[in-house]
Structures are given as structure tokens and as C-alpha cells.
């Protein structure tokens, strides 16, 4: 089974709210690029495709951490598999249209100058990284709060402009935002780290 059709039977098994449909339409639209756009730029994920595999990586390390019995028996971490899949699934749905192919010179092998692609950020909507997913989740379906904190926060400590009380807090409060934040990590770092 390719990638895409991995998507949308786990969001279609698992995300049946209202508006969810409507949601899974636009992303299969022309309107948008989420299964061919990359993850990043130059990190993780930097290629076509890349968020979508991205997604998907996050979706199962975050079902692997909240399926060990510590995470359920000692720290009562226990989510319906719709929370688990919105909030892994559309955590970087803020990276839609997000990266465009531009070109820059580069030597090749033989050390003559051409034209390279790469992706750079064309950021049309610039309302931040996990609130602007927030934000465009919730023009299509409503979030409990504990999946809203987990998609605003995913990105932990590690965000540029976090704010490091008020992700502590968050954690402290909405145990699926760390979940999901370690998920993302773990995804990042060792399933799609750059060097792999």
C-alpha cells in the first residue's frame, strides 16, 4: 500500500467527526499539496512526499508510546484512537502550501556551475507553527482542548519562539501535547533524520 492510501484509511477508520470529511477533501484537493509537500527544507523530510511520510511516522510512534502500560497504567494516558489520529495525523497541517521549489547555483560534480532546486518558504499564512495548525483544523472540525494543546505544542522546547513556562505548563496539563511532542521527536531524529 502507497503512503497516501495508508493516510486515508487510518484517517477515515478513526477520525469521524463532523467536518472530518470535508477536511480529508480539501486535502486530497489541488487546493492543496500536503501529499507531495516536503516536511522541511533542508532536515527532515526534505523531499516530496516528505510530509506525508512524516505524518504517518508521528501517527505510529505516538500510538507505540501511548500503547506501553506505563504510559497507561502509571501516567493514565488513555485517548480515544480519533484524538490519537487528529492530533499525530494534522499536527504539521500548517505546512500545507507552505514550501515552494525555487533554484540557486551549485557546482556539480564535474565543478561546473547549473541550476539546483531546492525548497525555500513561502509563507502565505503566517500565524505560527502548531496554532496555525490550530487554526486551520478548526475552520473544518471542532478539537477537544487536550488535542488542541498537543497540535499547538508538539514542538516542545524545541520551537523557536517557545515559551518555555508556557510549554511546561501545557505539558503539565495536557499529557497527549509531551506524547505527542516526544512522537514528533522521535520521528524527526531518528526516522528521518537527514543523514538516514
Known amino acids: 500500500m502507497d503512503l497516501k492510501q495508508e493516510f486515508i484509511d487510518i484517517y477515515k477508520k478513526n ?7 470535508k ?10 499539496d500536503f501529499f507531495t509537500a516536503p516536511a522541511s527544507t533542508r532536515f527532515h523530510g526534505s523531499y ?3 510530509l506525508l511520510e512524516h505524518s504517518l511516522n508521528v501517527y505510529k510512534c505516538l500510538k507505540d ?3 506501553r ?9 488513555n485517548y480515544s484512537e480519533e484524538s490519537i489520529a ?11 502550501n507552505f514550501y515552494k521549489v525555487d533554484y540557486r547555483n551549485a557546482k556539480n560534480e564535474q565543478g561546473v556551475w547549473e541550476k539546483v532546486p531546492y525548497y525555500a518558504i513561502d509563507d502565505k ?33 524545541s520551537a523557536n519562539d517557545a ?20 512522537a514528533d521527536m522521535e520521528a524527526s531524529y531518528f526516522l528521518e533524520s537527514s543523514e538516514k
Not at 477520525?15 to 470529511?21: F, K, L, S
Not at 477536511?23 to 492543496?32: A, D, I
Not at 483544523?137 to 516542545?156: D, K, N, P, Q, V
Open 125 to 157: 499564512l503566517p500565524y505560527g507553527h502548531g496554532e496555525k495548525s490550530v487554526y486551520i483544523i478548526t475552520g473544518f472540525m471542532r478539537l477537544s482542548r487536550e488535542e488542541a494543546f498537543a497540535i499547538r505544542y508538539h514542538m516542545g522546547f
Open 23 to 32: 477536511l480529508l477533501e480539501y486535502l486530497l484537493s489541488p487546493q492543496s
Open 48 to 50: 516530496e512526499g516528505g
Open 86 to 96: 487528529v492530533s499525530a495525523l494534522l499536527h504539521d497541517i500548517c505546512k500545507v
Open 69 to 77: 502500560s506505563r504510559a497507561k497504567d502509571v501516567y493514565r494516558m
Open 15 to 21: 477520525i469521524t467527526r463532523e467536518g472530518a470529511d
Open 65 to 67: 508510546y501511548l500503547g
Open 163 to 182: 515559551d518555555k513556562n508556557a510549554v511546561g505548563k501545557a505539558f503539565e496539563m495536557f499529557p497527549l501535547a509531551f506524547a505527542l511532542s516526544v
